[in-house]
């Protein structure tokens, strides 16, 4: 299959994960899905870091997604890719070096990570699967 490189490129920096429609081999066309960033999140980061806050970005999109988000938000620190229980380590990896670790997360794949942070704010689905798992 003849995909569209650039075209696929275009999506990546505007902060989209990219997908290739196909039918039989043959690409169709191509989506870029984003979540929207809130008008205020860049202060809010901003905000943050004033007050001392380190902030990590972990995500699970792939390099060109987080890395355009994180430089619209400020987040200087920030690994793609992440796997949940790879989230989950990299929390328990913190809380080891002796910080208090906050977590936000938006889905149930958060949760591990959720439930083993000091401090844990949960959007969507994320809130009930912490809840009720074991730490």
Known sequence: MTIDTKALAGFASAGTTQIVLADDGQALGYLGIADRLRDTSAAAVARLRAGGVELVMLTGDNEATAETIARQTGIARWKAGVLPQDKAAEVQRLKSAGDAVAMAGD?????????????SFAFANGADIALKRPT
């Open 107 to 119: 889905g149930i794949n958060d949760a591990p990570a959720l439930a083993a942070a000091d401090v």
